[in-house]
Nanobody, 124 residues
Framework: EAQLVESGGGLVQAGGSLRLSCAAS????????IAWFRQAPGKEREGVSG????????YYADSVKGRFTISSDNAKNTVYLQMNSLKPEDTAVYYC?????????????????WGQGTQVTVSS
């Protein structure tokens, strides 16, 4: 059974850092691209960052460029999202998702697997 498990969320003050982890199992990790989405109350789910396990290409939303870094440890089937200089507007539930192929980001409906989400709260 395919599974994605996020961890690393929490409460942090503005300007602080968090590192999210997404551990994958039950599918061939190297054939999939992994992305991080987030959803704040009353807002649509948005793609934050993505990485292709095939070639390492990455994507970042403009709102997080220069602050967030995505990386992949294919030996551990795990993708990380290092989040620095956090802002209150980064507060959301963060989900990781997997889509077959090399695309770095896509609309949520295209993703094959989703994690359960992890809450990130940034206080001002």
């Amino acid at each position: 059974e395919a599974q994605l498990v996020e961890s690393g969320g929490g409460l942090v003050q503005a300007g602080g850092s968090l590192r999210l982890s997404c551990a994958a199992s039950g599918f061939t990790f190297d054939d999939y691209a992994i992305a991080w989405f987030r959803q704040a109350p009353g807002k649509e789910r948005e793609g934050v960052s993505g990485i292709s396990s095939r070639d390492g290409n990455t994507y970042y939303a403009d709102s997080v460029k220069g602050r967030f870094t995505i990386s992949s440890d294919n030996a551990k089937n795990t993708v990380y999202l290092q989040m620095n200089s956090l802002k209150p507007e980064d507060t959301a539930v963060y989900y990781c998702a997997a889509v077959w192929g090399g695309i770095t980001i896509a609309t949520p409906g295209r993703y094959d697997y989703w994690g359960q989400g992890t809450q990130v709260t940034v206080s001002s």
